[in-house]
């Protein structure tokens, strides 16, 4: 009955798609939850309908995270905020390279590092780090998402090493394909890009839904204390993994 160990929770990237409905699990549970993301104005409607507690920070802003939530005590930390781009190596451009490492990567370890210590003193914890299919298989994709993905499955195992002897746990949550605003978002964030990218993405497709990704959190944080959900991989029936390109000369 792990969730009745638990107090807290700092869900990041909670102003919309995963990161909001998972955040709203934790709340439905029980737990404090604080949440974290850019938009103020969103959080603030996730605070009224759940009761959890916003904090509107970049982070890619190192010294922003560590004054808005390095002070927390968190029992349960989801580090669901990512960035994707169009396009790969050969189309990026600087921004896009650094955003991507900033948010997906360098963000994730840095808030991963204020927290962590907390949970060790109190021998107690538990990290839900979001992922991606793109982390584990090749396929059409930017080069930068797929590279920090794949540093998010290692930290996630890395993170067990780390903390060897202390009732703290860690899960990957590994999606594939899920309907939320981040095609839109790659595609410029305009109205017209989220639903151009509706119709690309998700129109005539079975995807995952955030529904989904709460269920893999919930079962991941309900499991008897002894056990460790290391990995969930969820994927659309209708959705493979890798795939193997032949182009022709
Ligand atoms: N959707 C999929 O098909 C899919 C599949 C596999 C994995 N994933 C991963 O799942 C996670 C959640 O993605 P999603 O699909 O729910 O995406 P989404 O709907 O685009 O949400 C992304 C979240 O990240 C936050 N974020 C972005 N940049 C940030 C920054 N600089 N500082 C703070 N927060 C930031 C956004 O909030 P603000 O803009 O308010 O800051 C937003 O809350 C991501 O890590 C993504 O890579 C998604």
Not at 90 to 119: A, C, F, H, K, Y
Not at 203 to 210: A, K, R
Request: aromatic share 6%.
């Amino acid at each position: 009955m792990p969730f009745t160990d638990y107090k807290t929770a700092l869900v990041t990237g909670a102003s919309t798609g995963m990161g909001a409905a998972i955040a709203e699990l934790l709340a439905k549970r029980g737990l404090m939850v604080h949440v974290a993301a850019r938009n103020e104005e969103r959080l603030k409607e996730l605070a009224e309908r759940s009761g959890a507690i916003p904090h509107t920070v970049d982070l890619t802003d190192t010294a922003a995270v560590a004054a808005e939530l390095g002070g927390l005590e968190v029992d349960v930390l989801v580090n669901c905020a990512g960035v994707s781009r169009p396009g790969n190596i050969l189309s990026s451009s600087e921004e896009d390279l650094d955003e991507i490492i900033d948010v997906n990567l360098r963000g994730l370890l840095q808030l991963t590092r204020l927290i962590l210590p907390g949970m060790v003193n109190r021998d107690l914890g538990h990290v839900i780090n979001i992922s991606s299919i793109a982390g584990l298989y090749n396929f059409y994709g930017h080069t930068a998402y797929h590279a920090t993905k794949a540093a998010v499955h290692q930290i996630s195992r890395q993170l067990r090493n780390d903390t060897v002897g202390k009732r703290i746990r860690v899960t990957e949550i590994c999606p594939g394909r899920v309907e939320t605003e981040i095609f839109g978002r790659n595609m410029g964030g305009t109205p017209e890009a989220m639903e151009e990218a509706w119709k690309t993405y998700y129109e005539g497709y079975e995807s995952l839904t955030t529904e989904d990704i709460v269920n893999a959190v919930d079962y991941a944080i309900e499991t008897p204390r002894h056990v460790n959900v290391g990995m969930i991989e969820l994927m659309p029936t209708f959705q493979v993994p890798g795939g193997l390109t032949f182009d022709r000369r």
